[in-house]
């Protein structure tokens, strides 16, 4: 079986620290992806990776970075973490050749007091 | 405008009910067009894949694909407790390492015993 996982179900933190969000997968897959999930606006792409080190802006990065320095693990940085953060993040990964079938983890419910 | 539009629900069937999920969208390069299943406290798993116009068929799922109107469906005969979930549609122009998913919004599902 695919497995996706991420480091924490849920996480709380505080207006202006660093955050940490990582994924591990074990399909060998070249490509990863972060995702943030909100009610009424769907999944949007923060980054993607497709080769280690490697990393494309997706359709929201402001506020983010990432850091892929293995191919099984890609993490999510929230350099200073703001209330407008607070969101449910997917991670996901898939073979180049497919992107349209991507295997996700459970998801990080992070909020920012 | 949305890129992908899809009505949030949430909607509320009786077991056995045929159930329609739709998405609309605006962009005609779209050519890949998928529905992924997201259980409550999981990550989306996709769920059927079709490639351009026209319709495809598993067990009890109909994935059915208008691109003269830009409209794509999810039918779902015999509908079951366990089909309770949110549905989101997804679409892309290519596949391989240049495509990128667009989602709609996510429709919840609630069949009833």
């Known amino acids: 079986d695919v497995k996706v996982t991420q480091s924490s179900r849920y996480l709380v933190k505080r207006t202006g620290e660093k955050v940490f969000l990582e994924c591990v997968q074990d399909?060998?897959?070249?490509?990863m992806f972060w995702y943030r999930q909100d009610p009424g606006l769907g999944l949007r792409l923060i980054y993607f990776?497709?080769?280690?080190?490697?990393?494309e802006k997706g359709d929201i990065p402001e506020g983010y970075s990432v850091s892929r320095e293995k191919k099984e693990r890609f993490s999510l940085i929230l350099e200073s973490a703001s209330t407008n953060q607070t969101s449910m993040y997917l991670c996901?990964?898939?073979?180049?050749?497919?992107?349209?079938?991507?295997?996700f983890g459970p998801g990080t419910r992070l909020t920012v007091l | 405008q949305k890129e992908v539009e899809q009505d949030p629900g949430p909607l509320s069937v009786p077991e056995g009910a045929i159930v329609s999920l739709n998405c609309t969208y605006s962009?005609?390069?779209?050519?890949?067009f998928m529905w992924y299943r997201q259980y409550s406290r999981k990550g989306p798993e996709l769920l059927m894949y079709?490639?351009?116009?026209g319709n495809k068929e598993d067990g009890r799922f109909t994935a059915q694909v208008d691109k003269s109107s830009k409209y794509i469906s999810l039918f779902i005969r015999d509908s079951q407790p366990s089909d309770s979930a949110t549905y989101l549609c997804?679409?892309?122009?290519?596949?391989?390492?240049?495509?990128?998913?667009?989602f709609g919004q996510g429709t919840t599902l609630q069949v009833k015993p």
């Open positions: 996901a990964s898939s073979f180049p050749q497919n992107t349209d079938t991507q295997y």
């Open positions: 399909m060998d897959h070249e490509n």
């Open positions: 990776s497709y080769d280690v080190k490697m990393k």
């Open positions: 962009n005609s390069a779209f050519q890949y």
């Open positions: 079709t490639y351009s116009s």
């Open positions: 997804a679409m892309s122009e290519r596949s391989g390492n240049t495509g990128k998913l667009i």
